[in-house]
Every structure is written in structure tokens, then in C-alpha cells.
């Protein structure tokens, strides 16, 4: 798959995360202007001290979550784009076949046994519970969902096993935030609905680390994962390992959604909205929709984020509730203009 | 040269096949035919290699299918499935570059372009290459598909054979296209390192092309041979279940020597 008029796909939406992520660094709470973000670079760089207020709240506040924006937002994006390619079925989102909500309760329960037990120990705990448990669940999905007669799998058993497993999931962080003390329950709400305002140092540092290597794993594997939308048998017989595949796949995608997850709690809607757009726009190689996704998926969960920022300021509102207000309408609008297929 | 010996295959405590043993050789048209159910598809899955036989090996010249890296196979083997899901909007000539994925390391060169152009230029779809896939109609998918695995043995390997299995080729074509595709089939065929084996169930169609007839009846070799050994009215009663009127409609295709002998 080549010579697609891909022209101006890349440069065009770089100079649109560009533009998104200065608005995003200025625009929030406190709107801090470039010439303070260009003086807290400059002393960053150059040994300065004495930082001023602003100055302060774009290092330490601002920045580590216009960055872990960028890195959530591709995540799910590519997430998204990985699934629908696996299962051949445009409808497909790590949230629907219980990777969000596992990663969701494994937090959950590390927030109220870590709490009660006061243990702490160190930030890679929150990531690995997280992965654990989006582990439990999407194994859970796919294991039960696979049919005992050939082992295929049911797009509608499927989903249908992923809403079960996602009540189950739900509830059981319902449940924890029932038991929890008035702190956590807290978190736990908030983070049900997602929201990007804990991020600092440490969640980018390790988001940017697993989503990097992720992203670089999924680009590998799409050229196969092309392949496999011919159908599994076909892709087999055209040369792709499809069992081994689909096993790496489904590793990347867990791992990389469960630590976005672990940070930012459920943010729907850009795993599904992001592929479906780039597909109406350039079509369906996934080389370019893992590398085209990534980039806006980056650039609309930063502009969900600067809604989120702004609505309510300077309160703010979980950017999962903006997402799926902004994203369900969008999903109507492409299904109904597009004849799309199912 | 592909050879199965002693294909038994086993599913749920049926016996699917039983004991069938076919050598099928370059350059002659092999066909498979037999009741629905026989075991046609499952034969041709395990001959592809994406089935494993409960017992029995099958050996692509001199090494057996278990040999091969999928990838290998998939660069000397092309197989057409019956039913293709594929779902998504793509160009057919990008469908049709997916037959050279086992060949491409990294981007496609040249020639792989251009063995899908030959490939599809033997197909008349040079006109729809820039189409999109899904807007075809079911006859022309099917010859989409056809190129595409066309293409992926397109050319010559070092040593060794080249093999296209074809699971019910002609469902979707007219009859303008399932004579015009069993013809080219035969005109490839004089690659003499080609093997071709195809299921088919026109008996009219198995009777003007067919070198080689496996006749398959519940997992069984009912017949194999020569197409005037196996499209006997014996044959065909005890296989097909048909009456002797229904019978009689079958029988001027094959006994009209020169219907049958300039192919």
C-alpha cells in the first residue's frame, strides 16, 4: 500500500499539535503568556534560579500535564486504531472489551489497600496494578467470548461479554470507593470520570517511556495488522503468524492503555473517534493510521483538555466527561454522513 | 510437487477424512469434487498447512509442510479461501499488493508492483485498480482476491514448486469469467512448475478442464483418476445421490470426446 495522496497528513496535523500544545501550556486557571514560558526555559537551561510564580506553575504544573496530554492522547488513539485492526471491526475501543475498566478497579484497589495497609512503594507501583488488573479483565473478555467450537471470536459475543465484564469491573470500584475513607472515595470518583490534573514529573516520565515503546512496537506490527483484514485464515495463508501476532498486539495495547488508565482513570471515546476520522480521510493502511492516530490523537485530547480547563474555570471539569460529550456527537455525525461498513 | 499421505482428520469425534493419500504433480489441472460436506475444504485447509491432519503428512516436494516458517510456505504456496470478510475501504491494487507481503522486506519494489499489474492484467482488472474494494460487486471481488494470490507465487522460486490451492474459485463469476479463469488457469499450468489444485462443483466445468479428479464421498476417496474414470454415472449416483433422469443431465457433458479433448 503506497502512493496514497498522504501528502500534507503529517505536516499538517504537526503544525496543528504545535499550535494545540501552546495553547494548552497558556490557557488554564492561570493563563501564563510565552514570554513567561520562553523565561522559565531559559532559566531551566541556562542554571536560573529565583523562578517566578508563573514561571513555577508552568514547570511544575503546567507542562508535565500539557506533555502527559500528548502522550494519554496518542495512547488511546493508537489503542484504538490496534483493536479495530485485530478484530476487523470499526466499532472497537479498549473500553468496550474491559481493558479501561480493569485498569481502572487494579488502581482502584491500590488507592484503598495502599492506603489502608500504608504502603507506598514507589511510582511504578500505580502502572503495574493498573496493568494487572486491565490484564485480568481483557483476558477475561477474550477467554470467555472465544467460541469452544473453532476458537474464533464473535464480534457480538464479544461486546456483549465486554459489557458484562465491565459491569463486573465497575462494581467492584464502586464497591472499593464505597469502603474507601473520604480521600480516596474521592480520587476514585473523580478518576472514573477521567481527569488529566494529577499528572507530574513521574506519570510522564513513565507514560512517555511505555508509550513510546508501544507505539513503536504497534507501527511494527501494522504492516501485518493490514494483512489481517483480509480475515485471519487469509492472513495466515499470505504469510502473517496470526497467533503470535495477536498475542503482541494485545500485550501492546493492554500495557499502554492500563498506564494511561493508572493516570488519567477512563477517558472514552478518542480510541473510537480518532481511527474513524482518519479512515473517512485517507482510508485504512494501518502504517499510517497507527503513525497519523498517534498525532491526533495527541492533539484532541490537548484540545479536550483546554475545554476542560476553561469551561468551569477556574474549576475544571474530567476530561472523559468532555470527550464523550464532544465524542458521541462527532461518532453520530461521521456514521450518518458516511455509508460505513460493518 | 505436493504429496498427502494418510490424511485422517478428526473433529468433536467425526471423522472428517480418513485416510486419504493424493500425489498431485506440476503442470496437470487437479480438481477436488465431491457432496457438500465431504471434506473438500477441510483436504484443502490441511494441504495449505493451516490444518493439522489427527494422522498423515503432507510434503511439499521434499519437505513437509511442518518445515516451513509460515512466511516460507506463504512465498511458494497461495491459497483462495471461499468466503473472503474483507471489510475495510481499500484500493483494489492495494488488495491486490497484500498477495506480496511473504516477498516484501520492508516497502514493495518495482517488481512487486509490477507482478501485480501482470496479475491483474490476466484478470481485466487493470480498469478498477484505483477503485475502492468495497464498491465492487461479488464477482469482481472474487477476482480481486484471485490476483492477489495470484501474485503472491508470482514468480519462479529458485527450486522447487509453485502451488495454488483454490477452494470453489468459480461461485461468484459468470460464466463468461469461470471459463475464462479455468482457461487461464490452464494456460499457466505450462510453468511447469505450477500445481494447481482446485474444489470445484460443476460437474461440466470439472469434465472440459479436469486432468485429475479426486472424488471425495463423506471423507473418502470415492474415486481418483483420469475425469473419464471418475465422472461415471456409477460414480456420480453413488456419491451425489441423484436419480437416473437427473443423471442424464450430467452424462452428454462428459461422454462428447470433443467437448473434453481440446481444452
Known sequence: ?342 | MLVLSGITCIKNNNVLLKDISVQWEPGRMHIVMGPNGAGKSTLLRIAAGQLLPASGTVMYGDRPVTGFSVKELAAVRAALSQQQELAFPLKVREVVLMGRYPHIQGKPTLTDKRYCREAMGLLDLEDLSERDYLSLSGGEKQRVHFARVLAQIWERPPNGCRYLLLDEPLTFLDVHYQFRFMRQLKTLLQQQDLVIVAVLHDLHIAAKFADNILLLHKGRMAAHGSREEVLTPAHIQQVYQLDSEDIAAVIPVYHQPTSVSHT
Not at chain 1, 9 to 18: E, H, K, M, R
Not at chain 1, 179 to 186: E, G, M
Open chain 1, 1 to 342: 500500500m503506497q502512493n496514497r495522496p498522504y501528502n500534507g497528513v503529517f505536516p499538517g496535523l504537526t503544525i496543528l499539535l504545535v499550535a494545540a500544545v501552546l495553547l494548552s501550556a497558556c490557557l488554564g486557571a492561570i493563563d501564563i503568556s510565552i514570554g513567561e514560558i520562553a523565561g522559565a526555559a531559559g532559566k531551566l537551561f541556562y542554571n536560573g534560579s529565583n523562578y517566578t510564580l508563573h514561571e513555577r506553575i508552568f514547570l511544575e504544573i503546567r507542562l508535565p500535564r500539557v506533555l502527559f496530554c500528548l502522550l494519554a492522547g496518542a495512547a488511546l488513539a493508537v489503542g484504538g486504531v490496534l483493536l479495530q485492526a485485530l478484530f476487523r471491526n470499526p466499532i472497537i475501543e479498549p473500553g468496550l472489551i474491559g481493558t479501561s475498566s480493569g485498569a481502572a478497579f487494579g488502581a482502584a484497589l491500590y488507592f484503598v489497600t495502599g492506603a489502608m495497609f500504608h504502603f507506598h512503594a514507589g511510582v511504578w507501583m500505580l502502572p503495574l496494578a493498573a496493568c494487572a488488573g486491565a490484564m485480568l479483565a481483557t483476558f477475561m473478555v477474550l477467554g470467555l467470548s472465544g467460541s469452544k467450537e473453532d476458537g474464533k471470536t464473535g464480534i457480538v459475543t464479544l461486546l456483549l461479554m465486554g459489557i458484562a465484564i465491565n459491569a463486573l469491573f465497575l462494581s467492584g470500584t464502586g464497591f472499593l470507593s464505597y469502603i474507601a475513607r473520604d480521600p480516596q472515595a474521592r480520587s476514585i470518583t473523580f478518576w472514573n470520570l477521567g481527569t488529566l490534573s494529577g499528572a507530574n514529573w513521574d506519570s510522564v516520565i513513565i507514560t512517555a517511556v511505555v508509550v513510546t515503546l508501544c507505539c513503536w512496537r504497534a507501527m511494527a506490527c501494522a504492516a501485518k495488522l493490514n494483512l489481517l483484514m483480509l480475515g485471519e485464515e487469509e492472513a495466515q495463508l499470505s504469510g502473517v503468524g496470526v497467533k503470535r501476532l495477536k498475542i503482541e498486539v494485545m500485550v501492546i495495547n493492554v500495557i499502554m492503555i492500563a498506564v494511561v488508565t493508572a493516570f488519567t482513570g477512563v477517558i472514552s471515546f478518542v480510541g473510537l473517534v480518532v481511527p474513524h476520522f482518519l479512515r473517512i480521510w485517507k482510508g485504512a493502511d494501518n502504517r499510517y493510521l497507527v503513525a497519523a492516530g498517534a498525532l491526533a490523537g495527541a492533539i484532541l485530547l490537548t484540545v479536550a483538555d483546554i475545554a476542560a480547563r476553561l469551561l468551569l474555570r477556574p474549576a475544571e471539569l474530567p476530561i472523559g466527561i468532555v470527550t464523550s460529550l464532544a465524542g458521541v456527537p462527532v461518532l453520530i455525525f461521521l456514521l450518518k454522513k458516511k455509508k460505513y461498513y460493518f
